[in-house]
């Protein structure tokens, strides 16, 4: 007993966890103030204390006493070792197993079986040594992926880490090198035994250093922990039929074969080759096939360059003669757009899949050099499809996201995206995430390109587990991609993939990686090929012959020469064959050139207008939003729209039609400006929400409202990867404000403004960005509005040519739609429009911010009923047109600046000789209707007029095409310029400036 004590002692570390897993309840004793004392029981923590305070020789006496006085008042297994020891056993024979008590207790002593049976002398070495091997165990399930064989190259572990963690050394524990051939009992936090009680220690530890590296241990989930250890720790679980090898082996001779046909036939071009991953492509393959197994019947994958046409080629199984087209630069395109290098375009196909015997679809998203900036799109792919499926638990389709290290490390939207994984309007029930790790980064060393041990460290914020595996081994490859997909279908959780391979070539087929590698590139130069090395293994194992290898390599090598004969046959290349998401039969039945009607019934207003109006019964609501209800339902009785009525009843007469609409970003539900509450809060009851227009007509389409996370970038990626999917929807997202766009600025630029032209990839996506110089401030005064006027694609310098077709062929030229409204009827219009169209462009808005609740600006209902239509431009309707002829000064404007000029106009009594148009739509630019209003006014001096400063705004983009309808007319007149003096920051933070400004502006504009 007293050894026992002084072990307690001197390394309670080491027999708390023997404490703890053999006694429910402890007893120690309380002194209470007469200094008497009396035995308690405590839970396991509490009892835990007096090893942890150095107490614990003290501690077991007392025990000891209280057992004398009652038996029962201590653990069973304790009342066996004091009854033993007073019978005058030894302390290292006094213990004796008390019978089990169920089949889950049935292992409570960690001791080899030859110690079990009653009476055997178990000394302290052998109890320290279990005890020791326990904490082994949990310290490699931890941490053992750092010893695993991960690097095919033997340059390093797979990480940054250049020692080996102290915890997994023997010497750690005071054990030397010959207890690795010890037997030790197997604790039931393990499955590494199987059905074996007892291994030696090498069998334990070998385990975690093989081909595979586990990290798993940080979930924060006990059934998700087990499920993993499960999968990883049984023994011979890992092993594969011959005809799964055989199976493995045909598609690893297809990932190496294709790469070596396109390099013998063009040796100089770039594709990104897989040289050194090839193993991806059974990787992908297997993931697909358990997937289809488990139900998945529909694939969204995203992918960066390396490796694209090998995808392509053998996992999507895209016809490759369609594929080597692409290398024959003199094919002209026979369709729309100006196309993209071969290693960015996507496609969709649906094919059987051979091994499950199930048609799936397979679609890859086109994707530009910004590696990661495709992750939120094919999220919101995927989401969609889910809901147009009422695949509600992700079983049906899902995502396969495809990463390298460096990107993967290294880009800031792998984060944001991971982050929508598991929100309720974002989640896709789980991603499986394949990082084809090549060791480098372009030139860059690894060691200069992240912080983390591992490029996949930033997946740990999501209790994704990783699993790092040496790509050298496709066996264990395809297991490792076998339990990815598993998981996800289990637990409907992010999964990561860490293929720790090597990339034989530099950067691209053409680039010298010597020049900064080496010594890396030596290494590789000798390094035989998976194939080969794959190969000799089962030919050495009798799972195929040398014959049989190099037949499977004659016959892919004889289809990629018959399919590069069909290429040459191939008189041009269409861009529509690599569309990740045809809009079957859409453009087909609509007129391109027809313009369409946007108006609707007044009975259809009034009805929606009740509802968005009207107090929910038996449904709590906050009192300052019942009086925002009741200004509702007084503007309805006066057949008028603000912007919030106006917005909700554009959403509710798409809705009533079918058309599913979706706004989403930071605060959309109520509304960065309090003025949108499309969703009511219960005031009483927590989580009790209701959103009106969910209310309206019985058959009529859903609305989705919903605040995002505080992301620009993933958030506006995901939803315009939801509006590629179904070209029936309105998909809106709105920033909190407009400069907030900033950071979502690759999406714009690399998928947004030019999808069309380098995918023909259309997208109807709405972008709500709240803009006006309210005296707030640079960093919410400016949505940016002259960057997407730069990025639009119309010819300031060509007037097109006037017919009936007029409007809707500026529409359909333009890559996207930038306006800036000032009525709410304007609003509702450009909503509609947006799927009434006969085709689709992104749509952006510069929103008001002060004009929400000026009165000025409200529409009547007129201004949406038969009738009515958008407004690219609204002329000047006041005294002024009456008097056009004798008017001094022609005003052109966009946005709220013109409530402030009527405003100003009215002040100075200049209403007769100044006339105000605004330009709503600014591009594409109408250049019709400001001729038109030009030539209304034949004496007026012309003058752009905008609140921005002047090298921001649309200033830049209007006046060069206000030049050109001068010159259509045979005009001299000059543009004049009433604005902000040029500035680098976007407003001013000074309320006294920003109002001597805006009195600048005025006077330009106005004074005469």
């Known amino acids: 007993m007293h050894r026992i004590a002084k072990l307690m002692s001197e390394r309670p570390c080491l027999v708390i966890p023997y404490l703890l897993r053999t006694s429910r309840f402890y007893t120690t004793r309380v002194e209470d103030a007469s200094g008497t004392g009396a035995a308690r029981n405590f839970a396991t923590q509490a009892a835990a204390e007096p090893f942890l305070n150095g107490s614990s020789s003290t501690y077991v006496e007392e025990m000891y006493l209280a057992w004398q006085r009652d038996p029962t008042s201590v653990h069973v297994s304790w009342d066996s070792f004091f009854r033993q020891s007073s019978r005058g056993a030894p302390p290292g024979q006094a213990y004796v197993r008390p019978p089990a008590l169920s089949p889950v207790s049935a292992v409570p002593m960690p001791l080899p079986r030859h110690a079990v049976t009653q009476g055997a002398p178990v000394d302290e070495k052998t109890i320290e040594d279990h005890l020791a091997v326990q904490s082994i165990i949990r310290s490699y399930?931890?941490?053992?992926?750092?010893?695993?064989?991960?690097?095919?190259?033997?340059?390093?572990?797979?990480?940054?880490?250049?020692?080996?963690?102290?915890?997994?050394?023997?010497?750690?524990?005071?054990?030397?090198?010959?207890?690795?051939?010890?037997?030790?009992?197997?604790?039931?936090?393990?499955?590494?035994?199987?059905?074996?009680?007892?291994?030696?220690?090498?069998?334990?530890?070998?385990?975690?250093?093989?081909?595979?590296?586990?990290?798993?241990?940080?979930?924060?989930?006990?059934?998700?922990?087990?499920?993993?250890?499960?999968?990883?720790?049984?023994?011979?679980?890992?092993?594969?039929?011959?005809?799964?090898?055989?199976?493995?082996?045909?598609?690893?001779?297809?990932?190496?074969?294709?790469?070596?046909?396109?390099?013998?036939?063009?040796?100089?071009?770039?594709?990104?080759?897989?040289?050194?991953?090839?193993?991806?492509?059974?990787?992908?393959?297997?993931?697909?096939?358990?997937?289809?197994?488990?139900?998945?019947?529909?694939?969204?994958?995203?992918?960066?360059?390396?490796?694209?046409?090998?995808?392509?080629?053998?996992?999507?199984?895209?016809?490759?003669?369609?594929?080597?087209?692409?290398?024959?630069?003199?094919?002209?395109?026979?369709?729309?757009?100006?196309?993209?290098v071969k290693y960015h375009l996507g496609m969709s196909h649906e094919r059987l899949n051979r091994v499950t015997n199930k048609y799936i679809k397979l679609a890859v998203v086109a994707n530009p050099s910004h590696l990661e900036a495709v992750d939120p799109v094919v999220q919101g792919k995927t989401k969609a499809e889910q809901y147009y499926r009422g695949d509600t638990d992700g079983k049906k389709v899902m995502s396969i996201l495809l990463h390298g290290d460096a990107a993967f490390a290294g880009q800031g939207i792998v984060y944001e995206t991971l982050h929508l994984s598991d929100l309720p309007a974002f989640t896709t029930h789980g991603t499986i995430h394949v990082v084809v790790n090549n060791q480098i980064g372009f030139t860059t060393d690894p060691r200069m390109a992240r912080s983390s041990p591992y490029c996949t460290d930033v997946a740990r914020v999501v209790n994704a587990p990783i699993f790092h595996v040496n790509a050298d081994d496709p066996e264990a490859v395809t297991y490792v991609c076998k339990v990815a997909a598993e998981w996800r279908a289990t637990w409907g959780k992010d999964v990561v993939v860490d293929l720790v391979c090597y990339r034989r070539n530099g950067h691209n087929e053409i680039d010298e990686p010597m020049f900064t590698q080496p010594l890396m590139y030596k290494k590789i130069a000798k390094q035989p090929t998976v194939l080969t090395k794959y190969a000799e293994f089962l030919i050495q194992n009798n799972v195929v012959t040398q014959q049989e290898y190099e037949e499977e390599i004659a016959k892919y090598d004889k289809i990629c020469e018959e399919a590069y004969m069909l290429a040459k046959k191939e008189t041009a290349v269409a861009n529509t064959e690599w569309l990740d998401s045809p809009w079957t039969d859409f453009f087909q039945k609509?007129?391109?050139?027809?313009?369409?009607?946007?108006?609707?019934?007044?009975?259809?207003?009034?009805?929606?207008?009740?509802?968005?109006?009207?107090?929910?019964?038996?449904?709590?609501?906050?009192?300052?939003?019942?009086?925002?209800?009741?200004?509702?339902?007084?503007?309805?009785?006066?057949?008028?729209?603000?912007?919030?009525?106006?917005?909700?009843?554009?959403?509710?007469?798409?809705?009533?039609?079918?058309?599913?609409?979706?706004?989403?970003?930071?605060?959309?539900?109520?509304?960065?400006?309090?003025?949108?509450?499309?969703?009511?809060?219960?005031?009483?009851?927590?989580?009790?929400?209701?959103?009106?227009?969910?209310?309206?007509?019985?058959?009529?389409?859903?609305?989705?409202?919903?605040?995002?996370?505080?992301?620009?970038?993933?958030?506006?990626?995901?939803?315009?990867?939801?509006?590629?999917?179904?070209?029936?929807?309105?998909?809106?997202?709105?920033?909190?404000?407009?400069?907030?766009?900033?950071?979502?600025?690759?999406?714009?630029?690399?998928?947004?403004?030019?999808?069309?032209?380098?995918?023909?990839?259309?997208?109807?996506?709405?972008?709500?960005?709240?803009?006006?110089?309210?005296?707030?401030?640079?960093?919410?005064?400016?949505?940016?509005?002259?960057?997407?006027?730069?990025?639009?694609?119309?010819?300031?310098?060509?007037?097109?040519?006037?017919?009936?077709?007029?409007?809707?062929?500026?529409?359909?030229?333009?890559?996207?739609?930038?306006?800036?409204?000032?009525?709410?009827?304007?609003?509702?219009?450009?909503?509609?429009?947006?799927?009434?169209?006969?085709?689709?462009?992104?749509?952006?808005?510069?929103?008001?911010?002060?004009?929400?609740?000026?009165?000025?600006?409200?529409?009547?209902?007129?201004?949406?009923?038969?009738?009515?239509?958008?407004?690219?431009?609204?002329?000047?309707?006041?005294?002024?047109?009456?008097?056009?002829?004798?008017?001094?000064?022609?005003?052109?404007?966009?946005?709220?600046?013109?409530?402030?000029?009527?405003?100003?106009?009215?002040?100075?009594?200049?209403?007769?000789?100044?006339?105000?148009?605004?330009?709503?739509?600014?591009?594409?630019?109408?250049?019709?209707?400001?001729?038109?209003?030009?030539?209304?006014?034949?004496?007026?001096?012309?003058?752009?007029?905008?609140?921005?400063?002047?090298?921001?705004?649309?200033?830049?983009?209007?006046?060069?095409?206000?030049?050109?309808?001068?010159r259509k007319t045979g005009d001299t007149r000059e543009i004049e310029y009433a604005g902000r003096f040029p500035s680098a920051a976007a407003a001013t933070g000074n309320k006294q400036m920003h109002l001597m400004e805006l009195a600048g502006v005025y006077s330009a504009a106005l004074d005469l």
């Open 590 to 966: 609509k007129d391109q050139m027809k313009l369409p009607s946007t108006w609707v019934k007044e009975s259809t207003l009034t009805h929606i207008g009740q509802v968005f109006s009207s107090e929910p019964e038996d449904f709590v609501i906050h009192g300052g939003l019942k009086r925002v209800l009741r200004a509702r339902a007084e503007m309805l009785k006066n057949r008028e729209a603000d912007w919030a009525m106006g917005e909700a009843l554009a959403f509710g007469s798409l809705l009533k039609e079918g058309i599913h609409v979706r706004l989403s970003g930071q605060d959309v539900e109520r509304g960065t400006f309090s003025h949108r509450h499309h969703v009511l809060h219960h005031q009483e009851i927590d989580k009790k929400t209701l959103v009106p227009l969910n209310h309206l007509y019985p058959d009529q389409a859903q609305y989705i409202v919903c605040n995002s996370s505080l992301s620009e970038f993933g958030v506006l990626g995901f939803e315009l990867g939801y509006s590629m999917t179904n070209p029936n929807a309105l998909v809106i997202w709105e920033a909190q404000f407009g400069d907030f766009a900033n950071n979502a600025q690759c999406i714009i630029d690399q998928f947004i403004s030019s999808g069309q032209a380098k995918w023909v990839r259309q997208s109807g996506i709405v972008l709500l960005l709240p803009h006006g110089y309210e005296g707030m401030g640079p960093e919410h005064s400016s949505c940016r509005i002259e960057r997407f006027l730069q990025l639009s694609n119309d010819d300031a310098d060509l007037f097109p040519v006037e017919d009936a077709n007029f409007e809707i062929q500026q529409l359909h030229e333009i890559n996207w739609f930038v306006c800036n409204l000032t009525t709410p009827a304007n609003f509702f219009h450009a909503m509609r429009r947006q799927i009434a169209l006969p085709f689709r462009k992104p749509l952006i808005i510069a929103t008001p911010k002060s004009l929400l609740r000026l009165p000025e600006a409200r529409s009547s209902f007129d201004d949406m009923i038969e009738g009515s239509k958008f407004q690219r431009v609204i002329p000047e309707n006041g005294p002024a047109l009456e008097n056009s002829h004798e008017v001094q000064r022609l005003l052109f404007c966009s946005g709220k600046i013109y409530y402030e000029l009527v405003k100003e106009r009215e002040r100075k009594e200049r209403v007769k000789d100044i006339a105000i148009a605004r330009i709503e739509q600014i591009s594409p630019f109408p250049f019709d209707l400001v001729k038109a209003e030009i030539l209304t006014y034949p004496k007026a001096s012309i003058c752009w007029v905008q609140e921005e400063h002047k090298n921001m705004g649309p200033y830049s983009y209007v006046e060069p095409r206000l030049r050109t309808v001068l």
């Open 141 to 340: 399930q931890i941490r053992g992926h750092h010893l695993a064989d991960l690097d095919p190259l033997g340059i390093s572990k797979g990480d940054l880490e250049s020692s080996v963690p102290v915890e997994l050394l023997l010497s750690h524990y005071h054990l030397d090198d010959q207890a690795m051939e010890r037997v030790f009992r197997l604790p039931t936090t393990t499955y590494i035994g199987g059905n074996e009680a007892a291994l030696p220690l090498k069998e334990i530890i070998r385990l975690y250093c093989r081909h595979i590296g586990v990290e798993f241990m940080f979930i924060n989930n006990l059934d998700q922990t087990d499920w993993i250890r499960r999968k990883f720790e049984t023994p011979s679980i890992m092993q594969f039929s011959n005809e799964e090898k055989r199976l493995i082996l045909a598609r690893v001779i297809r990932s190496i074969r294709f790469e070596e046909f396109l390099a013998r036939k063009w040796s100089s071009e770039k594709r990104f080759g897989l040289e050194g991953g090839e193993v991806l492509i059974p990787a992908m393959k297997t993931i697909i096939d358990s997937s289809s197994a488990l139900g998945v019947e529909s694939f969204v994958i995203g992918m960066p360059h390396r490796g694209r046409l090998n995808v392509l080629a053998n996992v999507c199984r895209k016809p490759l003669e369609k594929i080597i087209c692409q290398f024959d630069s003199k094919l002209e395109a026979a369709d729309e757009g100006s196309g993209d």
